[in-house]
């Protein structure tokens, strides 16, 4: 059984930086689709950034790039997600995600493993 527990989520300043792991455990991630997302209240839930499973393709949603990065590293089994220069609108639950499909056909028909969310709060 697969487990992603993610972390790193708080309470930041606009224009603040904040780095959100996501660990998995029960098999290896290598090859894997992974991506973050964040639920907004009221809100659906969007991908904030997605991996391919060989790392080497990245999607960001139009309103990060730029400001956040993702990375994996397969030895450690943990996805990342650097943000900077918060803004007050990207406060949300974020929660990571794993699928072996690619992320494209995974994003849109729903990941098959999900991570326990972390609130990132931003205060302007």
């Known amino acids: 059984q697969v487990q992603l527990v993610g972390s790193g989520g708080g309470l930041v300043q606009a224009g603040d930086s904040l780095r959100l792991s996501c660990t998995a455990s029960?098999?290896?991630?290598?090859?894997?689709?992974m991506g973050w997302f964040r639920q907004i209240p009221g809100k659906e839930r969007e991908l904030v950034a997605g991996i391919s499973g060989s790392g080497m393709s990245t999607y960001y949603l139009d309103s990060v790039k730029g400001r956040f990065t993702i990375s994996r590293d397969n030895a450690k089994n943990t996805v990342y997600l650097q943000m900077n220069s918060l803004k007050p609108e990207d406060t949300a639950v974020y929660s990571c995600?794993?699928?072996?499909?690619?992320?494209?056909?995974?994003?849109?028909?729903?990941?098959?493993?999900w991570g326990k969310g972390t609130l990132v709060t931003v205060s302007s």
């Open positions: 995600a794993a699928d072996s499909r690619s992320l494209l056909v995974a994003s849109s028909r729903g990941m098959a493993y």
């Open positions: 029960g098999r290896t991630m290598s090859g894997y689709a």
